[in-house]
């Protein structure tokens, strides 16, 4: 064996630990400051995942019974709001986890998880209440059927609208008009199309987190000045 084979062997196994250290360190740069969006978005998959192996039957009761509508938010209202959360109507919703990972993500490396996790919860919490808020009155008013008292109100959207309209202010000034113009279209689109009560929750979320990112940009202005 020639001396060229000890030292070319080495010099490969130098190669594969660079590698494998360069992919891991780049998989914790990416972990660091994402947690929360990481562990909500796995939560939500997985949660779908055993949904899935369920029978229809069933899965479509677990489904509603973690649903935000009237007559659960009467009887179990914080079961169902944090239920909700993590519930989605089938795995074709699960489009929506990549954008669920970048905005919260993003949200976290800005201003933390406990921030975060706040904004999160008021998009959720905050649409909801405004959508049953609606719902009830126009079905007090007889405006809707009794059924509607039941039907399916879950998944991730109104959350991930709030953050995503919280983070407009970390994108750079010119692609902001762009960004806020394809929110308002994603959310308030539907409503002169086929309106539901659900585009009316995006509606909402979205105008809780751009007035959230307003606040955050005065502030932080004041804060420069002082």
Aim: aromatic share 10%; net charge positive.
């Amino acid at each position: 064996m020639s001396r060229a084979a000890p030292t070319l062997a080495r010099t490969r196994r130098w190669r594969t630990r660079v590698g494998l250290t360069t992919l891991t360190g780049g998989w914790r740069e990416f972990v660091r400051g994402r947690d929360v969006a990481l562990v909500y978005a796995i939560a939500v998959i997985g949660t779908e995942l055993v949904l899935g192996l369920l029978p229809d039957d069933v899965h479509q009761r677990a489904v509603i019974r973690s649903s935000t509508n009237l007559y659960n938010l009467h009887h179990s209202p914080l079961s169902v709001l944090a239920a909700s959360a993590f519930v989605v109507n089938g795995a074709f919703s699960l489009w929506q986890i990549p954008f669920l990972v970048w905005a919260y993500g993003t949200a976290q490396r800005w201003v933390g998880r406990a921030a975060t996790v706040f904004i999160g919860v008021l998009g959720h919490v905050g649409a909801t209440l405004f959508v049953a808020s609606m719902l009830g009155a126009n079905l007090g008013r007889g405006r809707l059927l009794r059924s509607t008292a039941h039907i399916s109100d879950v998944g991730v959207s109104y959350g991930v609208m709030c953050v995503a309209g919280f983070i407009v202010s970390r994108l750079p000034q010119r692609y902001r008009p762009w960004y806020v113009a394809a929110l308002v279209t994603f959310a308030a689109g539907p409503l002169l199309l086929d309106p539901t009560f659900t585009d009316l929750g995006h509606v909402c979320a979205l105008g809780l987190g751009l007035g959230l990112a307003l606040l955050a940009s005065r502030v932080s202005a004041a804060t420069a000045k002082g």
